[in-house]
């Protein structure tokens, strides 16, 4: 689909918003698990999206914003949560890898709407944006090694006590 603008600043911050409240319930869910390292990770990437759509907000400045009617980007639903159930169940390196997964997704997202925008500015912000995506991805691998290997040890008997 190609993007007007200010079609593509409303999905953008939808696309923020949408990524600031996943991770908000990402790190709740980790603060349960009792896992405050990754509650912390998840607790920053829910401040960056928020920070980027307010940055976002300040871009669109006077432009008049289209309201969205269908919003076509949302984050998968975790696949351990079925029905009714919440997903509590899910480990710290499960909520990673679904993190990435979204994260990749927005990356996608952005990177074509840039491609298929005929907007010059679309195609600028759309690149920078995806840009952004891809590192926050990168953000989550560095993390998922280091769950990996934590877990890992936990699983060797390695004596250092913390989940
Ligand atoms: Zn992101």
Redesign the pocket.
């Known amino acids: 689909m190609s993007y007007t603008l200010p079609e593509f600043l409303a999905h953008a911050i939808a696309l923020e918003k949408e ?1 600031a409240d996943r991770y908000l319930e990402l790190a709740e869910m980790m603060e349960e698990f009792g896992n405050r390292d990754v509650a912390g990770v998840f607790r920053d ?1 829910s401040r ?2 928020k920070m ?1 759509g307010d940055d976002i907000a300040v871009r669109v400045g006077g432009i008049e914003l289209p309201r969205l009617r269908s919003w076509e980007y949302r984050w998968e639903t975790p696949p351990e949560s079925s029905g009714d159930k919440p997903s509590f169940i899910m480990t710290p390196l499960n909520a990673l890898d679904y993190a990435r997964a979204n ?1 990749l997704r ?1 990356m996608n997202y952005y990177r074509s709407a840039a491609e298929q925008s005929a907007d010059a500015e679309v195609r600028r912000l759309g690149g920078e944006f995806a840009d ?2 891809a590192r ?1 991805a990168a953000t989550l691998d560095q993390w998922i090694v280091k769950e990996r290997s934590r877990v890992k040890l936990a699983h060797h008997g390695a004596s250092d006590g913390g989940l």
């Open positions: 990524a990437m960056f999206s980027h994260e927005g952004e995506e926050h």
